[in-house]
């Protein structure tokens, strides 16, 4: 989220979108003219000079332009897209929607206006050049078209608005007009004043621009009459807005509006019973979140309580969640082409928290890989501490080393990691969570002077658990378990395979660092209790010989191991570095390890 300097993202056109619609109960005649309706939609990134560029005011633009055709009865011909025009060019733009309203008989046209970029009391700046704001109001006035909207979304709109800014106690009432019989102008803005207005990296689009097209989808639909007023949609772009922004910035952002209309009724600004593809939403006690699976942007939330929403939307498939503590809730929904869908909130089966849904080996991920997946991790550097390594190993004299793990999901709670293991994820994955697995989860190949090229292997079995106390932050880790080490040396005589087992405990923390990485901290204990095929005696257990300390990066989950720190680069690669400390009682000494290397999901 970032403060952004556009002083005048108006709404003046939205009137025009309201009025084409007509209120409940009041069918237009059909004697009538029909209304065009007109729209000239513009973003900006580019900053003047001293300003810093913005990053979704195209996104902005478009969202908008996609919701006047999709629920807003505007023809696709008659919305007007411009990215980085120069202001000579949006100048054109109104004045020939304006000719093309003079042309319509009886006047019947509505004409609205949105800008999303920088702007200040006095300009607006497309592609960083100045378009003075007089040069706007004169066609906001031009009653070639009967109604125009504008719509501003920048820092500082009050100025276009002419507001000082809203108190939070006073009740919010518009009146409008709803047909086309009245005239004039309304004009909208982001925020009041000299406030800032915001972007949200998370929503991927400014917040008041995101929670008015939200309402225009059906969110806003106070009343569940499948008509959604400009009363209901500001009223709710506000009242997010506002809860976001407080949340968030030092300020609160206050949306604002100024109205100068002839006749009063509450006008309509979309209509949810046009043919396209509807969500039937069948909501408890809420908020709900509606996600577009196509590009991961959150469409819409709703307010809390018991209600029924009809929400418009484009085909394509959706996620809708309730996010609670420890967990969200979700299901995926598929809307065709002009086909209908239902969901019941008690329908949403429980699942990950949203934070760390998309991050790989985090503290609140699953532990085990989804059924057709594969998670590899490679990792290169020095290693003297002998600790256990899930993977295959390739170690040279010098104690250069090289760590190949991969992991394939073959089921679900189920997946296969290299060279020959099996892990099982038993138990509550988003509280405690148990996880037992048996096999061969360690093969190594190394060369020394006097043995020549050596083989090891393990085998054993073992439990991880994992307490997933507080999901956006933190795991707690305890992991137990039993290897036989087998050996083969070139230039050493036979041994018995597998005729030395060693204990193992570790134990642990995971930390998520506002999703941008992971800090894996613990410390691990292991102890030899069958040396050489002998069972080592009871005085020797407790003893120190045989016994290994180790802090760093010890732990491992489902025989993947947790590096000390993970960098994300994306949703499916990370960058990773083990660092271990080992003391080793029988020879007295202190054995380091450092690797680093990455991970990657498919």
């Known amino acids: 989220m970032q403060a952004r300097s556009r002083t005048l993202r108006v709404w003046r056109l939205a009137l025009g979108l309201a009025i084409a619609l007509p209120t409940p109960g009041r069918a237009q005649a059909q004697t009538e003219p029909p209304v065009l309706r007109l729209a000239v939609v513009v973003g900006a990134n580019a900053a003047p000079t001293g300003r810093a560029r913005l990053r979704y005011a195209h996104r902005d633009a478009q969202a908008v332009a996609d919701v006047l055709v999709q629920t807003g009865g505007f023809l696709p011909e008659n919305v007007r ?54 040069d706007l109001r004169v066609r906001m006035q031009d009653k070639r078209a009967l109604l125009r909207m504008g719509i501003i979304d920048a820092c500082r709109g009050g100025g276009w608005t002419g507001s000082k800014g809203l108190s939070e106690a006073a009740p919010f009432d518009v009146d409008v007009p709803s047909a086309l019989t009245s005239e004039g102008a309304i004009l909208i803005s982001s925020s009041s004043g000299a406030q800032n207005a915001h972007e949200s990296e998370l929503l991927g689009a400014s917040f008041f621009t995101h929670h008015w097209n939200a309402g225009l989808r059906g969110a806003g639909d106070h009343n569940d009459d499948g008509l959604i007023t400009i009363n209901e ?85 959706y996620l809708v969640r309730r996010q609670g503590k420890g967990a969200v809730w979700s299901r995926e929904v598929a809307l065709g082409r002009e086909g209908n869908a239902s969901l019941e909130e008690a329908e949403l089966v429980r699942g990950r928290d949203q934070v760390l ?46 760590l190949l793990r991969i992991t394939y999901g073959f089921a679900p709670r189920w997946h296969l990691a290299l060279p020959l293991a099996l892990a099982y994820g038993g138990g509550d994955e988003y509280g405690l969570e148990w996880i037992p697995w048996f096999g061969m989860p360690v093969v190594g190949v190394s060369r020394t002077d006097a043995q020549g090229i050596m083989v090891s292997s393990l085998i054993g079995a073992g439990v991880d658990f994992r307490w997933h106390e507080m999901p956006r932050t933190e795991s707690f880790n305890i992991s137990l378990a039993a290897f036989g080490a087998g050996q083969w040396a070139e230039q050493a005589a036979p041994r018995k395979p597998f005729d030395t087992w060693t204990a193992l405990s570790t134990v642990g923390a995971s930390w998520d660092l506002r999703g941008i990485a992971t800090f894996n901290l613990g410390g691990g204990v292991a102890k030899t209790f069958v040396q050489g095929g002998i069972w080592q005696p009871a005085a020797d257990l407790l003893s120190q010989g045989g016994l290994v300390v180790a802090v760093g990066s010890v732990q491992r989950r489902a025989l993947r191991p947790l590096p000390l720190v993970r960098v994300y680069l994306g949703e499916s690669w990370a960058l990773e570095g083990h660092v271990t400390v080992a003391y080793v009682y029988r020879t007295a000494s202190v054995e380091e390890t450092y690797l680093i290397g990455f991970s990657a999901d498919f």
């Open 81 to 134: 897209l411009l990215k980085e025009p120069q202001p000579a060019q949006v100048i054109d733009a109104l004045e020939n929607a304006l000719a093309q309203a003079g042309k319509v008989k009886s006047s019947q046209a509505l004409l609205l206006f949105y800008y999303s970029g920088h702007a200040d009391p006095e300009a607006l700046y497309p592609s960083g050049q100045k378009l003075a704001v007089s």
């Open 357 to 402: 849904a998309n991050k790989s080996l985090t503290a609140g991920e699953t532990s085990i890989v989804a059924p057709g997946s594969w998670n590899v991790q490679l990792a290169l550097g020095v290693r003297h501490a002998p600790v256990i390594d899930p993977g295959v190993r390739l170690t040279g004299s010098d104690g250069a080393a090289g």
């Open 233 to 317: 949609a500001f009223a709710y772009a506000r009242e997010m807005t506002v809860r976001d922004t407080a949340r968030l910035a030092s300020e609160p952002q206050n949306p604002s509006f100024h109205m100068d209309v002839k006749g009063r009724d509450d006008l309509v600004l979309s209509a949810l019973d046009r043919p396209r593809a509807l969500l039937m939403l069948r909501q408890e006690t809420g908020p709900l979140q509606l996600v577009d699976l196509r590009n991961g942007i959150v469409l819409l939330e709703t307010q809390p309580g018991k209600k029924r929403l009809r929400l418009a939307l484009p085909a394509g498939k």
